[in-house]
């Protein structure tokens, strides 16, 4: 197995070998990164690892008319959450989420006195992000849609002094028939590698996480709409946030 396949495109493969202490998706005699090396030499992550690859081929082969997509959303994940983590925890929960199809709500809060300064978010967690976008909108008169209203997606995320691991989160998003969705002043916990927006209402828990990622200089962030209910709050059901990707300038 050649490495640049995992490490360029970022997608799993398997072992043709079975001389490794431990059941990894990829080649561990050739990792380099500190995540690659901590999934070969924790149980618990090989076999998650070695898990999702194999589920990750499924979807390859049971669903081909969706080929790109699966590909796109696994790059995302290897990208934005799995990469970023920075100690075994961190890792250990996004596998599990991801093999699971769920996410652990209440569990991603961290709090202050847990923190190391490692753990604390870094200068690119900060700051706006944009994604400039073509809007569908619907002419009644001739019953049809087109794609002519270019639009900016936002988000700001802005520091609380004397609390880094808090943030204020400002968004104006705008989707089909030029539907628009804000976020005005909401308040986000750091959370190991993302920000989390956490709102509890009639009982319900509504998450949405923020993952900071750079590449080549440039500074992301990938927006994950935890079973798809913040959206229903802000924006209904015409805005979506799941896995819109902003760059900041």
């Known amino acids: 197995m050649k490495k640049s396949i995992f490490t360029i495109i970022g997608l799993f493969a398997f072992t043709i070998s079975f001389n490794f ?3 990894a998706g990829f080649d561990c005699t ?8 901590t999934v070969c030499a924790n149980t618990e992550l090989s076999t998650l690892d070695g898990a999702l690859a ?3 081929q499924a979807q390859l082969t049971n669903d081909a008319a969706n080929k790109n997509n699966i590909r796109q959303e696994q790059s995302q994940w290897l990208k934005f959450q799995r990469n970023t983590c ?8 996004e596998y599990r989420e991801r093999m699971g ?16 300064d490692s753990e604390l978010p870094g200068r690119t967690a900060f700051g706006d992000f944009y994604q400039p976008t073509n809007i569908s ?8 849609w087109s794609d002519k209203q270019a639009a900016t997606n936002r988000i700001s995320i802005h520091r609380i002094p004397g609390k880094p691991y808090l943030a204020i989160v400002d968004a104006e998003l705008i989707f089909t028939n030029l539907h628009l969705c804000n976020i005005s002043d909401h308040l986000a916990f750091w959370s190991k590698n993302h920000w989390v927006l956490n709102t509890d209402q009639q009982g319900e828990t509504y998450e949405l996480r923020l993952y900071p990622a750079t590449q080549k200089g440039r500074s992301q962030l990938l927006l994950k709409d935890i ?12 805005g979506y946030f799941d896995g819109i990707v902003l760059e900041s300038k």
């Open 30 to 37: 050739q990792a380099q990164s500190w995540v690659e090396k």
């Open 54 to 56: 194999k589920k990750y």
């Open 21 to 23: 202490a431990h059941s």
């Open 137 to 144: 909108t619907y002419n009644p008169a001739n019953r049809q």
């Open 227 to 238: 079973n798809n209910k913040y959206r229903e709050l802000y924006c209904g059901m015409r």
């Open 101 to 116: 199809g769920r996410a652990t709500l209440g569990t991603a809060w961290s709090y202050p006195v847990d923190f190391k």
């Open 86 to 93: 920075k100690d075994e925890s961190c890792l250990i929960q």
